[in-house]
């Protein structure tokens, strides 16, 4: 499976900080909001590696909502910049949503 040209992009340009440019800011907003979810397992992984060191206005939280829309997210494991807080976070909400689904 390929991955869109517009979540290439924002793998390859990374979220910025919350003290880059406004134009870096403002082109990683865009590249975002360009994705129409639900995204691919594959593209949800890629995604994944873009993660910056801060929230950048709330677009990682964005990010992270949006890597949650691929199908096999139920199982799955982002392990690019572990250290990351952001991946930590993702993987985190995940391994709770799993401990929920097999406490039912």
Not at 36 to 56: H, I, K, N, Y
Not at 80 to 87: A, I, L, R, S, T
Request: net charge negative.
């Amino acid at each position: 499976m390929s991955v869109r040209k517009e979540v290439e992009e924002l793998a390859n340009w990374g979220m910025p900080s919350e003290d880059d440019p406004m134009e870096d800011i403002q082109k990683a907003e865009r590249l975002l909001e360009s994705i129409t979810p639900p995204v691919t397992d594959e593209e949800a992984q890629r995604l994944a590696t873009a993660f910056g060191s801060d929230g950048c206005y709330g677009m990682a939280a964005s990010l992270m909502h949006l890597i949650e829309t691929a199908p096999g997210s139920d199982n799955a494991k982002y392990e690019h910049d572990p250290e990351n807080m952001w991946v930590k976070r993702l993987n985190a909400r995940l391994e709770c949503a799993r401990e929920l689904r097999e406490t039912r």
